[in-house]
């Protein structure tokens, strides 16, 4: 596969180029920016069990990171601030690191079968206080820490990205056999996977029995 190379001529440069290719902002849109988490956010809140965090280190490395959990599981400590349970994962801790370097995050609440989005901005911190941990235990196993997001930006996204992609239709669902499995994929990318079938096939369920024994 040669390289590409974005042509020198076309690349947008400045601001005033980029809005220039674009109609100008309603007022509405923004107006609909919140400083805080009025009603609506909230009901969005406690029923969204996915999100997506954009952090970024001091060097302006960047990182989105999936976040889920039952209905409901990123606490409303009040209409400014939110925690987010931090889950047993793979260990890396790329948005813990960069929120220690950079406090910046954006979040994006997604609810299974909703096509509009919630978006929320500001700074983050780590805290491991024993009581909000314990009272976001699931089946009797509290996080070792929580993300705790100060809101100052709070928006309602519109449903165009969900709806051009038809992301609920399940008429659309792909099927995953359609892929290697993700150890697969891995073992492809960096120590080379097992040309036995069986061998991978044990790899594979070993992961799904890791699954059952670690997602909390």
Known sequence: ????????????????????????????AVQKCQGSLDTHAQA????????????????????????????????????????????????????????????????????PGFDDTLRVNRKASLMNDPEILKSMSVEGRAPKLAIVVRVSEVFLHCAKAFRRSQLWNPELFQDRKEMPSLSKMILDQTTGAPGDAGEMRKIDDDLEEEYQKSMY
């Open 44 to 111: 969005f809140i406690r029923r969204s069990p996915f999100i997506c965090i954009g952090t970024q280190n001091l060097d302006g490395k960047a990182d989105v990171s999936p976040r889920g959990d039952p209905v409901g599981f990123v606490k409303i400590l009040d209409q400014y601030t939110l925690a987010i349970p931090d889950r047993p994962g793979n260990n890396r801790l790329d948005s813990l690191v960069n929120i220690l370097a950079n406090p910046s995050v954006g979040l994006l609440f997604v609810i």
């Open 1 to 28: 596969m040669i390289d590409f190379k974005i042509n020198p001529e076309f690349i947008i440069r400045d601001e005033s180029s980029l809005r220039s290719l674009f109609p100008t902002i309603t007022p509405l």
